[in-house]
């Protein structure tokens, strides 16, 4: 994880607090903490706790101890919706993160971009920015999570992925969507398709009501709510409907593809 810049966590060890927590957890719970690679963004996401000071961590601890197998099943269960927030909870400014500076972003003209769509579709034209604003859109405020550590509540609006798989044709019996991205060294991720077809997974235009700022991935991100954050792809340029894994930027080098619930 060379790339990976480590985020300080006051007071915190973020490997005896993944400990702390493991012990804690009922048996079924446990163990899928762990096939998941027991790591701290699986516990934030797990929790709803923002792990960023000791007194979060505690709490963080409290929660774990009072779960019930059940609950925690259910948090697992991709039927279950991520949790919404109300705007005041919005995180103002939103961090920005990638494995470059935000001057090394893709910087990409709305007007010449297409989504491409690839692999088991009925129709593969490619989509441009004005026929996709096109589309239902909808909002989300929810939380999004990074395994370096931090987590963030943002609003994004845009459309349901299920509701554009659809319109394409794609069969939703392919085991993944498999996404590329614009970033200059390459970035890509593949998205199980239950979670793909999951009600609140969206192709992201707007932050904030604003159109999406190059910064969170403009024209297009894949907002997966239910994921870590490195298995929402920003700078979208093509989706590929497949039965094959293609593995991913952050996926390739070790972390798990499940990523989420
Ligand atoms: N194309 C692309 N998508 C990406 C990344 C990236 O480097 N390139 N980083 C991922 C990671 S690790 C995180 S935490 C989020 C950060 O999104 P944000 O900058 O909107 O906070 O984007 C994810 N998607
Ligand atoms: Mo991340």
């Known amino acids: ?34 096939a998941g690679g027991a790591s701290l963004g699986a516990l934030t996401l797990l929790t709803g706790c923002d792990v960023t000071d000791s007194f979060s961590a505690e709490s963080m601890l409290t929660q774990i101890s009072k779960f ?4 925690q099943a259910a948090m697992f269960n991709p039927n279950t919706l991520a949790p919404t927030f109300p705007e005041s909870a919005i995180t103002r400014p939103f961090p920005f993160n990638g494995y470059y500076a935000l001057e090394d972003a893709p910087d990409i003209d709305g007007k010449d971009w297409k989504l491409e769509v690839r692999g088991l579709v009925e129709n593969k034209k490619s989509w441009t920015l004005d026929e996709l604003y096109k589309l239902p859109q909808e ?27 659809q319109l394409v044709g794609a069969d939703t019996k392919a085991k993944y969507v498999w996404f590329n991205c614009a970033d200059v060294d390459g970035y890509n991720s593949p998205l199980d398709m239950p979670s793909a077809l999951h009600p609140q997974t969206q192709m992201t235009f707007r932050f904030d009501n604003q159109i999406l700022p190059r910064a969170y991935g403009y024209p297009m991100k894949i907002r997966v709510p239910t ?22 930027y952050w996926e ?10």
């Not at 994921?227 to 991913?248: A, H």
């Open 68 to 71: 019930n197998d059940a609950v």
């Open 227 to 248: 994921k870590l954050g490195f298995k929402n792809p920003k700078y979208v340029v093509s989706l590929e409907v497949t039965n094959d894994y293609k593995g991913g």
């Open 1 to 34: 994880m060379g790339r990976i810049r480590r985020l300080f966590i006051p007071g915190v060890d973020k490997q005896l607090l993944v400990r702390d927590a493991t012990k804690l957890m009922p048996e079924l719970s446990r163990r899928r903490f762990i």
């Open 139 to 165: 909002n989300q405020i929810t939380r999004h999570i990074c395994v370096e550590g931090w987590s963030a509540i943002g609003s994004w609006t845009g459309v349901r992925l299920s509701h554009f798989l």
């Open 252 to 261: 390739d080098q070790g972390y798990n593809s499940f990523s989420g619930s």
